[in-house]
């Protein structure tokens, strides 16, 4: 089952848009109910991510594709990148800023989370696979 990418402007209902959209994919996949919320929270994250800290005129896409028992949704912005240094693990709530807990979400969530990032911007890869009960 392959997707399509779908682009979205960086504006906080392009966010809502984008958490439907692979909802969607991941419910036609055959994911389970819990299985479907944990990739929508975790995308939700890359999404907001993109609007929040690389926003520009170009906006986002995101990509999903499900092949052999794997979901892969991509989401792409085209801001100038980031340091991952020190960066997705769990830091207590007193010691945090306001957030700073989406990538150790999305690493919690989901089976596999990379970043790639190129002149041309940012790309976060999630991979989940299908549990025992599902295609």
Not at 98 to 105: A, D, F, R
Not at 111 to 125: F, H, K, L, P, R
Request: aromatic letters at 8%; hydrophobic letters at 40%.
């Amino acid at each position: 089952m392959t997707g399509h990418r779908t682009s979205f402007t960086s504006t906080h209902p392009s966010l809502v848009d984008a958490r439907h959209l692979v909802e969607r994919f991941a419910t036609d996949a055959g994911f389970s109910e819990v299985d479907v919320f944990d990739i929508v929270i975790a995308v939700g994250e890359a999404c907001t991510n993109a609007v929040m800290h690389a926003a520009t005129d170009d906006g986002f896409w995101v990509d999903c594709d499900y092949r052999d028992g794997m979901l892969t949704v991509q989401v792409h912005d085209f801001g100038p990148g980031f340091s991952l240094d020190g960066r997705g693990v769990y830091i207590e709530p007193h010691l945090r800023k306001s957030g700073g807990l989406g990538i150790y979400i999305m690493r919690v969530l989901m089976d596999e989370v990379t970043y790639e990032m190129s002149d041309d911007g940012t790309t976060v890869t999630l991979v989940k696979r299908a549990n025992a009960g599902n295609p």
